[in-house]
Every structure is written in structure tokens, then in C-alpha cells.
């Protein structure tokens, strides 16, 4: 490269920079506090003026500003189909009531539409709200730009004194903020900086989209308190704002006082007197004690009942085995675009589950069990250390698990027909059960039932076999699923007791349903009542209502032939007489 063209380019840097803060005063000339609101708008696309983008986005927004379904002040949806999607967040902050709430809100996309015209992108931070949207997905994921600075002009009296009493003050409401649940986290409160001669307070506020888990927000707000220095250090008043979440601290109370509090930092001098201190010490002593006692008492308990437990929590506590199946939850949420109804495949006693697709394009079912579902931690990994084990043709396969706070999640193989029950009690859907197809449903349940009994190491017992547990693949091989109430047995061992009756009535050998003991004829009696539901087409609850009161069991009888057997229908039914 010649001389002439390096010192053109570098007269042209020279001018960008000189440049650059004029442009972006005029981008940001309503972002200043003198003003109640602070926009920008993203130049990256532009969206057609009339066309599905601008409609779906004028949706979503107007339904954000007349929500009043929630009480806490924040709003994520989507509208529209790829290319047009959009993706919207409104979050009001934590002290302000739902009326002020949703005029924020309003008024800010009423800003949006105006000043950011066919941007696909753009966010608004007010006094009192922020509303942001784009194409892009934004809901779970932390985002740190763009980032806007608000100082003021005035300075402490003592900087030294006032930052450093500043970022511990922050510091504390960031882990209280972060701690918060998925409606809101939010963090308000003071402190006292005690001088020679007057003593000076500070206020400060910080608060996170509640979408974010604890750790993304605590890097947020801890990555905005580490931009102070830059923008506002040594300042009475300043703000830092993030797409995801924002502080703001000044030297006067700036929002309601319902939501304040005194913070006592760590390593200031208190006022405790002797008495408490003492009085402390001895609940603590006593506390310790107490928990001494407790735990040699637990542990004295837990070493007899050890070899007796040892084979179950050898198998169902020990999950990391299991630990290369784990997935990342951000990755589990997007492919089911966030958990949506258009990807929910049915809903059962421990849950919902839903159709994904992950990145490379593979199908999964993703089975996320309920906050309350009846199945607790031990069922939860009971499934997850056997599955993963488990290899058989006529067995659903694991793919892998994710453990994430107050979210416990399975992912299956994705199994396109779905499960038995929406074939064979289904007036339209049966008609695709022929004889055939029938009979090799049956034999493949056989087969990997016998694998459960009699291949698999340890031996396990269903107690779940019914219709809804049956998932049939593209060429109606069906597949055993939902091992969640599985039961382990030692290869000598014949038969369980257990106090707690779980599993489907009507499915249950009366031995189980009524004394609790449980084996493989408990597992084959629940295989003799699905054969008969295939066979029939009638489920075992469907009789309950009848006038005679009849069950399935008597619907049909076995006549013994030549070679055989035949079942005789007492009751009208497709195809009477078949021959095995």
C-alpha cells in the first residue's frame, strides 16, 4: 500500500472519531435525565411499512399494554410466523403499581413505532418500563448491548469514600435481585455512609428480566456495576442500562418507599448489645448440638437399612453415570421454541411432553415434569439410570437428561406415531390396526417385556404397562416408555412389597392393588389386559358406567380348540373368532 493512500485512510479515522459523538447525540437525544425515556433503535434490518412484520409487532405490543393476566410487571411473547416473527419483552420496574404499569408500556411502543419506523429491532428504556422486540429470539438469553450510561453532573463529597461504599451496597443487592423467582427480580433499598458530620444516604435500585436464571442475572447486573467507574464514578446519581437488566443509584428516595429497606453492609459496626451476642452464641451452640445428635441418630439408622437399600441407591441415586447425557437447558428451550402449546405432544400425570428439534436437525420428545409433579427426585433419576441402560428394539431410548433449578427434563427419541391408546380406542385411527399389525404390536411388547424380566441386569419390573405407555414408530413397532415407577428386583428375587400403591387401577394385579406385592406376574397381568384392549377395542375403564357392571375381563372368554385357542366375544365386536 502506497504513502498516499495510508495517509487517506488515516485522515478518514480521524474523522469518524471526531464524528462519532455527534452521531450519537443525535441517536440518543432523548437519552438524558431531563427526559423520561431513552430509546434506540437497531439500524441491522428494516421491516416492510404495511407488511406481516409491522402487524404482528403492532399486536404484540398493544396486547402487552392491556394485559391484566399478571400482577408482575412483566410480559415476553411472540407473534407471527418465521420470516415475521416477533419477539417481545416488556418489563416494569419492580415498585410500580399495574396501572402505571401499563401506561409505561404504552406510551413506550407508542416511542417505538414513531421514532424506530420500520426498524426490526429496537428497545426503549422509561422511568418507570422498558419494552424491547426484534426477529431474533431474546427470552431466556442475557443480553449486555447496546448499554447507555445516564450520570449526572454532580459530584459526592467524598468519591473515595462514596464508590467504595457504593459497589458493597450493589454488590449486596445483586445477590438478593438474582435470587428472585421467575415473576420477578427486583432489589431495592439504602444505606447510611456515616461521616465526621452529617450522614449521607444512598438509594439504588436493580432488577433483571425474571426469564433469566440466577447466575446470567448476577453476571449482568455484577457486568453493569462494573461499568460505574466509566460512566459515573465519584457521581451522586447514575444508571447503567442493559437489555436485560439495569441499576440506578442517587443520593434522594427515587421510587416508592413501600420498597425500602435498610441494607447493613458487610464489615460495618452494628449495634448489637452483649445480651444478644450472647444470647446468639447459645442458639447456635444449641443448634450445633442438635444437629450432631440428629446426624449420628440418621446415620446409625441409615447403616442398618444399607444393605437392604444398597441395590435401589446403587441405581437410583448414583447419577453420574449418567453425567455425558446431560444437555444445556438454553439448548433443550429452544428446541421447543420455548416450551410452546404448537410443540406439546400430550400431558401426563408427571407432565407435559413436547416435540423439539435441535440443531443439527434431529427430532426429540422432550418429557419436562411438572414443579408439583407427584414423581419426586428418586423416580426422576430411577428413569434416568435405567433407560440410559437399557438397549432393546421394543424400548424407548434416552437420549439424554437436563437438571436445572426448580426444571427436571428427559429427552427421548422422538417417536412419530405416538402411543397405542391413539390407535386402538380412536374411531378413525383404529382402522389403520389390522389383524397383522395387531399381533406384531403384541409380539413386540412380549419381546420387550421379556427383555425387562429376563435379559436385563438388574431385573425390572414396569408396574406402569398400559396403552398410553406404548409409543409406536413409523412402521408400528411399539416401544415400551416411562419407566418412572420401575422397580429393581435382584436375578433371585421373586417378589416386592411396598406400602405406597402407584401406578393405573384396572392395569393393577389384584395381589399389587390390594396388598402391595409386586413381580413379574404383576407386569404379565397388566400385558394379558393390554392384549385384550388391542384384541377388543374397548378400554378396561370404559365398562365402569355400564348398567350390568360387567368388566373387560368377562366381556371376552377363551374357548380351547385343536391347536389353539379362539376368542368368543359376548358382545358384538369386529372380526368374532380369531385364531391365534
Not at 450493589?170 to 450522614?199: C, M, P, R, W, Y
Request: a neutral charge; aromatic letters at 8%; one cysteine or more.
Amino acid at each position: 500500500m502506497d504513502s498516499s493512500r495510508m495517509l487517506f485512510l488515516f485522515i478518514v479515522s480521524i474523522l469518524l472519531d471526531l464524528l462519532a459523538p455527534a452521531v450519537a447525540q443525535v441517536n440518543d437525544a432523548v437519552c438524558n435525565y431531563t427526559v423520561d425515556f431513552c430509546r434506540r433503535c437497531s439500524y441491522t434490518g428494516t421491516y416492510e411499512d404495511g407488511g406481516a412484520y409491522q402487524k404482528n409487532l403492532h399486536t404484540l405490543l398493544s396486547s402487552f399494554s392491556s394485559n391484566n393476566q399478571t400482577n408482575s410487571g412483566f410480559y415476553n411473547s411472540s407473534t407471527g410466523q418465521d420470516p415475521d416473527k416477533v419477539n417481545a419483552i416488556a418489563l416494569c420496574r419492580g415498585d410500580v403499581s399495574l396501572n402505571d404499569c401499563h401506561t409505561c408500556v404504552n406510551l413506550s411502543s407508542s416511542i417505538l413505532f414513531k421514532d424506530c419506523l420500520n426498524q426490526d429491532e429496537a428497545i426503549i428504556w422509561g422511568e418507570r418500563c422498558m419494552v424491547r422486540y426484534s426477529r431474533k429470539l431474546i427470552f431466556g438469553t442475557q443480553e449486555d448491548e447496546p448499554i447507555k450510561y445516564l450520570p449526572s453532573l454532580s459530584s459526592a463529597t467524598d468519591p473515595e469514600e462514596f464508590d467504595l461504599v457504593l459497589n458493597l451496597f450493589l454488590d449486596t443487592l445483586t445477590e438478593k435481585a438474582a435470587s428472585g423467582d421467575s415473576l420477578k427480580k427486583f432489589a431495592a433499598g439504602h444505606v447510611i455512609i456515616q461521616g465526621s458530620t452529617t450522614n449521607q444516604p444512598i438509594y439504588a435500585l436493580l432488577q433483571c428480566t425474571p426469564d433469566l436464571g440466577k447466575q446470567n442475572c448476577s453476571g449482568c447486573l455484577k457486568g453493569a456495576i462494573s461499568k460505574i467507574p466509566e460512566c459515573c464514578g465519584g457521581k451522586q446519581v447514575g444508571r447503567v442500562l442493559k437489555p436485560s437488566c439495569n441499576l440506578r443509584f442517587e443520593t434522594s428516595l427515587f421510587y416508592d418507599s413501600t420498597a425500602d429497606s435498610l441494607v447493613v453492609l458487610p464489615g460495618k459496626k452494628s449495634t448489637i448489645s452483649k445480651a444478644v451476642i450472647v444470647v446468639i452464641i447459645t442458639v447456635v451452640a444449641i443448634v450445633f448440638v442438635a444437629m450432631i445428635l440428629i446426624g449420628i441418630f440418621i446415620s446409625s439408622r441409615m447403616r442398618r437399612r444399607r444393605k437392604k437399600l444398597k441395590l435401589e441407591n446403587d441405581n437410583s441415586d448414583d447419577i453420574g453415570v449418567v453425567e455425558s447425557l446431560q444437555y444445556d437447558f438454553e439448548t433443550i428451550r429452544s428446541a421447543t421454541d420455548d416450551f410452546s402449546d404448537a410443540n406439546k405432544l400430550g400431558q401426563g400425570g408427571f407432565g407435559a411432553v413436547y416435540k423439539g428439534r435441535l440443531p443439527n436437525g434431529k427430532y426429540i420428545a422432550v418429557k419436562r415434569l411438572s414443579k408439583n409433579s407427584e414423581q419426586g427426585d428418586r423416580e426422576f433419576k430411577t428413569e434416568v439410570t435405567l433407560v440410559s441402560q437399557l438397549h432393546h428394539r421394543n424400548l424407548v431410548r434416552l437420549l439424554g437428561f437436563c437438571l436445572k433449578a426448580g426444571e427436571r427434563i428427559l429427552i427421548y427419541e422422538y417417536v412419530p406415531n405416538t402411543s397405542l391408546n391413539h390407535f386402538i380406542f380412536d374411531p378413525i385411527n383404529h382402522g389403520h390396526l389390522n389383524w397383522e399389525t395387531r399381533y406384531k404390536i403384541i409380539r413386540g411388547i412380549s419381546r420387550g417385556l421379556l427383555y425387562l424380566h429376563e435379559d436385563s441386569c438388574p431385573r425390572i419390573i414396569h408396574r406402569d404397562l398400559k396403552p398410553s405407555n406404548i409409543l409406536l414408530d413409523e412402521d408400528m413397532n411399539p416401544k415400551i416408555a416411562d419407566f418412572g415407577m420401575a422397580q429393581l428386583f435382584m436375578m433371585d428375587q421373586t417378589q416386592g412389597d411396598t406400602k405406597t400403591i402407584m401406578g393405573t387401577y384396572g392395569y393393577m394385579a389384584p395381589e399389587y392393588a390390594i396388598h402391595g406385592r409386586f413381580s413379574v406376574k404383576s407386569d404379565v397381568f397388566s400385558f394379558g389386559v393390554l392384549v385384550l384392549e388391542i384384541l377388543c377395542g374397548r378400554k378396561i375403564t370404559s365398562f365402569r358406567s355400564a348398567e350390568n357392571e360387567e368388566d373387560l375381563l368377562t366381556y371376552v372368554s377363551m374357548e380351547k380348540l385343536e391347536g389353539g385357542y379362539r376368542v368368543k366375544y359376548h358382545r358384538p365386536c369386529a372380526n368374532d373368532g380369531i385364531r391365534n
